[in-house]
């Protein structure tokens, strides 16, 4: 459930923001977070590149990882997997100049979910143990769960459901405790339940779907 009007409405004010931190930008979170999900890629593409361009203008380069890495998703979600491992490589070398591990994080767990669909296993779960290792350094943030996910999917690529589960479940039953719903993370839960069936755990697969 979206207030679309609330959304407009943040969006015309964003002007008097100028200067202001990019992913703190209405615009931002709308790209991101509701046009993306929704699958209007031609609207969140063009917002999220318009975004990456003012962060160049203004000299925000704490932002460029996290919309590069955004765009690599989105790429992902559109089908054009080259154009999303372009994005994902720019997005970590971004983070590397940076030297703050948790925008590595964020941009290597992008990575690794290209490689895997890409079907390049071994670049996959490189990219994805470094992801966990660079979110251990900053663990108030949500990026170590992400790559477990990514670290679930490239084993249940490689046909490894039992893997697949134990890396996917925990972040899930975790984040269950704490009373989220899934909505960007759906693809992951999917992922599980797969992995579930595949195992033969149905009850869990189940109680997982509803």
Do not use: C
């Not at 948790?102 to 296993?121: D, F, I, P, W």
């Not at 990514?150 to 490894?160: K, Q, R, T």
């Amino acid at each position: 459930a979206v207030d679309s009007e609330m959304l407009q409405r943040a969006i015309e004010l964003e002007p008097a923001l100028d200067g202001h931190h990019i992913i703190s930008r209405p615009s931002y979170t709308v790209a991101r977070d509701v046009w993306v999900p929704a699958g209007r890629f031609t609207d969140a593409r063009s917002q999220l590149e318009g975004l990456r361009a003012e962060a160049l203008r203004i000299g925000d380069w704490d932002a460029l990882p996290m919309i590069l890495a955004d765009l690599s998703d989105l790429e992902l979600r559109a089908g054009a997997w080259q154009r999303s491992l372009e994005l994902a490589n720019a997005a970590v070398q971004a983070s590397n100049q940076i030297g703050q591990p948790g925008l590595s994080a964020y941009a290597l767990k992008r990575l690794a979910l290209v490689l895997a669909h890409l079907g390049q296993v071994e670049g996959a779960r490189a990219a994805g143990e470094a992801a966990l290792v660079a979110s251990r350094e900053v663990p108030a943030t949500a990026n170590w769960i992400w790559a477990e996910w990514a670290l679930g999917f490239v084993h249940l690529s490689m046909g490894n459901a039992l893997e697949a589960a134990q890396r996917m479940l925990p972040p899930i039953e975790r984040l269950q405790g704490a009373g989220w719903r899934p909505g960007d993370g759906l693809g992951a839960v999917a992922d599980a339940i797969e992995a579930l069936t595949l195992l033969g755990r149905l009850n869990e697969a189940e109680a997982l779907l509803h």
